[in-house]
C-alpha cells in the first residue's frame, strides 16, 4: 500500500497544526471522531469579522497518517474561503488530492465533517442558527 | 558497523531465511529431485533419506521422537489438523474442547469451524497480563472435554503461557493437551515430555527457516495420540496428512531446527538484553505500556503502547527505515483493534496506539539504537499534532467527553 508524495508531504510537514483560542467568537471548532475508533480531529477557523473569510485554520489530529494529511489539506483549503466556499468542500476533493485507498476514505468524509462542524461551531456562536449536515463519517 | 536500512523488526510475523538452510536446501530442487514415496529407485531413496534426516533434526530440538513428527503446510495447516482431528477422531470421548480468546486465528477460526460442527468450545479469558487463569482452565473441564488447546507464546504480546502447568491439570483429568509453539519452539527451550505436550504445531519460517512448511507434533506413547486426517490421498506421514512431501523445504527446516538447537540458548540472551534496552528507552516516554506479562515471555518480543497517538500513524513516520507492526486497525481492512489487546483489557484506544517489536537473528545494537532514536521523535511528534495529547495535558478527562462514535 504505498502512499502518494502529496499525502506523505502532508504527514512529514503537516500543515497548521496548533490551536486557536476557542473563547473567541469568530473562532469556530469541530471535533469528530472517536478515540476507541481510532481517529479524532480537531480543526478550528477563525473568521474575518469584516471580510467573513476564514483568515486562519489550525488543526490537531490522533490518526493514521491519512487522517494527519486529510486535515492538513482541509487546513490549507479553508484559509482565504468565505463559509459558503468553505461548505462546498467535499470529502472526494481531498480523495482525489491525496489519492486515497479505498480503506482510508473514511479519513476524507471525517475531515469534512470536522469543517462542517467547526463552521456550525462558529454559526452558533454567533447567533445563526445550525446546519443539518448529511454526510456523517461511518 | 554501517547500518543498513530498512531495518525489519517484524520477526513474529515471518524472519528471514538463515543462507545455511538455503544452502542445504539448494540441492532438493534440481538435482535431488525425487518423491519420498517413490520405494523402487534411488531418486526416491535419495529424497527419503533427506526427509528422515530432517525429521530426526525436527525431532531432537523439541525431544520427540522422528516418528512423532508429521509435516505439513505450514503451522496453520497444523493447527487444524490438531483440533479437527482430534475431534473427530475422540467423538466417542466427547466433543467439549477449550482454547483461549488470545489464540492465533487459525485456532479460533477452526473452533467455530468445530462449533458448527456440533463441538463445544470453551473459550477462556485471559488476565490482564495475557496469562490464562489455571484455576479457571481446571473448573472448565467437563466429562466431556477431549482437548485443551492452548499456544506456548503469544504472537502479539510474546507472553509464554505456563505450559507445565497446563498440561499437568490435563493428564490429571484425562484430557489431551495441544499447543501451537509456532513463536516458541526455536526461540526458547521446548520439551514435549518434560513440558507434557499431546500435539504441537509450527512453522519452518517463523524460525529462519523457509516459508510453506511445518509440523504437527503428535504424542505416540503415554498416550499414544491419533489425529483423523484432513487431507485424502497417498496415506503419507503414517496416514495423518496426505500428499507429496515438500522435500527441499522440510529439509531446510530440519536446518533451520538443528540451527536453533545449537545457537537459541545464546541468541536468547543476546535478544532479550537487547529487546530490554528498547523497551527501557521507550518507557522513558510519558504514558507508555507495556502490553502482557514482562516475566513470563518471549525473549525478543515486546508490545508496547504509546497513549495518545495511533499506530498506523505512528509508524508511517518511520516505515521507510523500520519494518513493524501495530495492533491498530488502521492497518487492515476492518476497523477493529487487535483482538489480543482487547482480550488484555486494554481499551479500544490504547489497543490502536500499539506497536510490536520482533527482534530476531539479524538484529544488531545499532539497528536498535536507530530505532529507539526514530520512534521517540515520532512520538513526540505526532503528540504535538495529537487534540488527545493536549486535552490530556489540560488535565481533561478523555472518558468525559461525549464522541461522536461511528
Known sequence: MAYSE???????????????????????????????????????????????????????????????ASSSLATEWLKGKSIDEALLIDNMDIVEELNLPPVKIHCSVLAEDAIKAAINDYRVKNGLPEMVSEKKAH | MKLELP?????NATTPMDPRVLEAML?????????????????????????DYAREQVAKLINADSKEIIFTSGATEANNLALKGVFEMYASKGNHIITCTTEHKAVLDACKHIEKQGGQVTYLDVQSDGLIDLAQLEAAITDKTILIAIMYGNNEIG????????????????????TDGT?????????VLADGIDLMSFSGHKMYGPKGVGVLYVRRKNPRVKVTSQMDGGGHERGMRSGTLNVPGIVGLGKA????????????????AMRDRL?????????????????HRLPHTTNISFKYVEGEGLMMGFNKNIALSSGSACTSASLEPSYVLKAL????????????????????????????????????????????WEMHKEGIDLNSIEWAHH
Not at chain 2, 258 to 272: G, T, V, Y
Open chain 2, 345 to 388: 483489557g486494554l481499551g479500544d484506544d490504547l489497543a490502536h496506539s500499539s506497536l510490536r517489536f520482533g527482534l530476531g537473528r539479524y538484529t544488531t545494537d545499532e539497528q536498535i539504537d536507530f530505532t529507539i532514536e526514530a520512534i521517540k521523535s515520532t512520538v513526540l511528534k505526532l503528540r504535538e499534532m495529537s487534540p488527545l
Open chain 2, 279 to 295: 523497551e527501557n528507552s521507550l518507557m522513558e516516554l510519558e504514558e507508555a505500556y507495556v502490553n502482557g506479562n514482562r516475566e
Open chain 2, 159 to 178: 507472553v509464554v503461557q505456563p505450559i507445565r502447568e497446563i498440561s499437568n491439570i490435563a493428564r490429571k483429568h484425562g484430557v489431551l493437551f495441544f
Open chain 2, 27 to 51: 540441492p532438493y530442487f534440481v538435482e535431488k529431485f525425487g518423491n519420498a514415496a517413490s520405494r523402487n529407485h534411488s531418486f526416491g531413496w535419495v529424497a527419503e533419506d533427506a526427509v
Open chain 2, 183 to 191: 513463536q516458541a519452539v526455536g526461540k526458547i527451550p521446548v520439551d
Open chain 2, 7 to 11: 531495518i525489519y523488526l517484524d520477526n
Open chain 1, 6 to 68: 502529496k499525502l506523505i508531504d502532508h504527514y512529514s510537514n503537516p500543515k497548521n497544526v496548533g490551536t486557536l483560542d476557542k473563547g473567541k467568537t469568530n473562532v469556530g471548532t469541530g471535533l469528530v471522531g472517536a478515540p476507541e475508533c481510532g481517529d479524532v480531529m480537531r480543526l478550528q477557523i477563525e473568521v474575518d469579522e469584516v471580510s467573513g473569510m476564514i483568515s486562519d485554520a489550525k488543526f490537531k489530529t490522533f490518526g493514521c497518517g491519512s487522517a494527519i
Open chain 2, 257 to 272: 531446527c538443528e540451527i536453533c538447537m545449537h545457537e537459541m540458548e545464546s541468541e536468547a540472551q543476546r535478544l532479550s
